[in-house]
C-alpha cells in the first residue's frame, strides 16, 4: 500500500527506496499477527494496581494447573483464564513461563482430553510470542508434542501446533532444531494435502518460516 501509494522512501528510516524495489511477503510474521488480539490503547495503558491484580490471579491459576492434586475440570479452568491473561501481557506471559508452568502445560498437550490438549496449545502458543522464551520451550521438548498433535490431534488442535512452529521458528536455531526432528516436516506436509482450510493455511505458514532455513 505504501508503494501504491506513490512513496519512495522506507517508511521506518526515511532513505529513499531503489527505482524497483524487491519485497518479500513475510508470511510467517503476518499468521503470527492475525492470530495475536490487538491490544486498545485503553488496556494498555491501565493503572499499575490492576496489572498486580492480574498478576496475583496468574500465581493462583498456575498454582492450581501444576498441583498433582487438580481435576481436569480446574486444570482446563486455569488454563482458559492463563490463556487469556498471557494473551495481552506481555509481563504476564514472563512472570507465567519463570513460574515453571510450561512443564505441566506439556502433561496437559499429552492428555487424551482434547479440550485440555487445545487449550494447553493455546497457552505454549501466547508464551512463544516472547523471544526469549522461543529457544527455552524447544529445549523442554514442545517439538515431540507438536509433531505428535499434528499426526493424530484433532482439526482445531492441529491448527494450532502449526501456528506454535511458525512462532518458535523465528528464532534460526530453532528452524535447524525443528527441521532435524523426525516427521516434523513430514508431518506439516501431511496436514498440507489432508487438512482443512485452517490446517493447511497453518502447515503452509509453517513450512514457508521453516524453508528459509537452507537444511530445510
Do not use: M
Amino acid at each position: 500500500q505504501w508503494i501504491d501509494s506513490g512513496n519512495r522512501t522506507c517508511p521506518i528510516t526515511k532513505l529513499p527506496l531503489s527505482e524497483n524495489p524487491s519485497l518479500i511477503p513475510n508470511h510467517a510474521l503476518r499468521s503470527l499477527i492475525s492470530n495475536f488480539a490487538h491490544v486498545s490503547p485503553k488496556e494498555s495503558s491501565r493503572p499499575r494496581t490492576q496489572q498486580e491484580h492480574s498478576q496475583s490471579q496468574s500465581q493462583a491459576l498456575i498454582s492450581t494447573l501444576v498441583s498433582r492434586l487438580s481435576s481436569n475440570a480446574s486444570k482446563l479452568e486455569s488454563l482458559s483464564r492463563l490463556v487469556r491473561l498471557t494473551k495481552r501481557d506481555s509481563s504476564i506471559r514472563r512472570k507465567v513461563t519463570e513460574s515453571g508452568v510450561v512443564r505441566a502445560a506439556l502433561d496437559c498437550v499429552d492428555s487424551c482430553n482434547q479440550v485440555l490438549q487445545e487449550k494447553s496449545l493455546s497457552l505454549l502458543l501466547n508464551l512463544s510470542l516472547e523471544d526469549d522464551n522461543k529457544v527455552g520451550l524447544v529445549a523442554d521438548g514442545v517439538i515431540r508434542r507438536i509433531v505428535a498433535v499434528l499426526r493424530v490431534g484433532s482439526p482445531d488442535c492441529k491448527a494450532i501446533a502449526a501456528t506454535l512452529l511458525t512462532s518458535l521458528a523465528v528464532v534460526e536455531v530453532n528452524k535447524a532444531t525443528i527441521g532435524s526432528y523426525p516427521d516434523a516436516i513430514s508431518a506439516l506436509v501431511y496436514l498440507l494435502r489432508v487438512g482443512n482450510d485452517r490446517e493447511r493455511k497453518e502447515s503452509a505458514t509453517a513450512l514457508y518460516a521453516l524453508c528459509s532455513f537452507p537444511d530445510n
